[in-house]
Nanobody, 128 residues
Framework: QVQLVESGGGLVQAGGSLRLSCAPS????????TGWFRQAPGKEREFVAA????????YYADSVKGRFTIARDNAKNTVYLQMNSLKPEDTAVYYC?????????????????????WGQGTQVTVSS
């Protein structure tokens, strides 16, 4: 079974940057569609960004477009979320998710139900 491990979360001041990493434990996911979601206190989990297995296609939520960048390094078997110009409203637990299928479907990249594997989450806190 694929297990995903997120890392890189922490406390940062508004305007700062963090880079989150997601790597599988047990199996590679270099050919998996991979996404990032987040859940703030008292709110539903929401889509952040997704990337195709090759890294050639990406999709972002409007709230993070221009500030966050999703990328993958299949040689290192790792997916990243570079978070710049962080705002207090970005505070949330961030989750990595992977779809065992490798077909990129833009209309479904943000749909939680398509993803087969989820990480435990990493906390990102942005202070004013």
């Amino acid at each position: 079974q694929v297990q995903l491990v997120e890392s890189g979360g922490g406390l940062v001041q508004a305007g700062g940057s963090l880079r989150l990493s997601c790597a599988p434990s047990g199996r590679t996911f270099n050919r998996y569609v991979t996404g990032w979601f987040r859940q703030a206190p008292g709110k539903e989990r929401e889509f952040v960004a997704a990337i195709s297995w090759s890294g050639g296609s990406t999709y972002y939520a409007d709230s993070v477009k221009g500030r966050f960048t999703i990328a993958r390094d299949n040689a290192k078997n790792t997916v990243y979320l570079q978070m710049n110009s962080l705002k207090p409203e970005d505070t949330a637990v961030y989750y990595c998710a992977a779809d065992k299928g490798n077909l990129w479907i833009p209309e479904r990249a943000s749909v939680q139900d398509r993803y087969d594997y989820w990480g435990q989450g990493t906390q990102v806190t942005v202070s004013s």
